[in-house]
């Protein structure tokens, strides 16, 4: 059995002063750089998606720019490979399910950003595509959203995608307990 590491859309644009700054993403990368050395401490394979905008009227993660870079906390080494996607999930219109596959992957661990958009669409559809996913929580962020004149923290935000993604989609687990659970295996 081989577990990967999914880094979703760690990109300058959702850090203070991109285009579409999110609540906690420094924290969240920080967490996300550390499962990031973990798997490559262990030489497990890693996987990078970096999200470009194409649709009309994008405002962010435009192609060229510096915002859809990934951000320097977890860059990607030489040999990791870096998914570019066009869509919440990071499946849709890209090779990482065949790349997976090639690989023998069958257990994904995921991090990144925006939890209540590509975070919830891959973490959906990689449990629908046969694989076990662990979610690191504290390794994701998001932001407010309003609603039908009801404004949504953050904080919520991300609480209420953990908690629906948590049954049957994946273990969602903080960074911490996550890193102590390997070191018994």
Known sequence: MTRALILIDIQNDYFPG??????GMEEASALAG????????????????????????????LPGTPGAEIHPSVAPLENEAVI???WPNAFRETSLLDQLRSEAVEDLVICGAMSHMCIDATTRAAFDLGFRCTLLADACATRGLFYDGV???????????????????ASVVDTGTWRRALATR
């Open 34 to 61: 550390t499962a990031l050395e973990e798997f490559r401490r262990r030489g497990l394979p890693v996987w990078h998606v970096r999200h470009e905008s194409v649709q009309p009227g994008a405002t962010f993660f």
């Open 18 to 23: 991109g285009a579409m700054e999110l609540a």
């Open 84 to 86: 570019e996607k066009h």
């Open 151 to 169: 404004e949504v923290p953050a904080g919520q935000v991300h609480a209420a995608f953990m908690a629906a993604l948590s049954m049957p989609y």
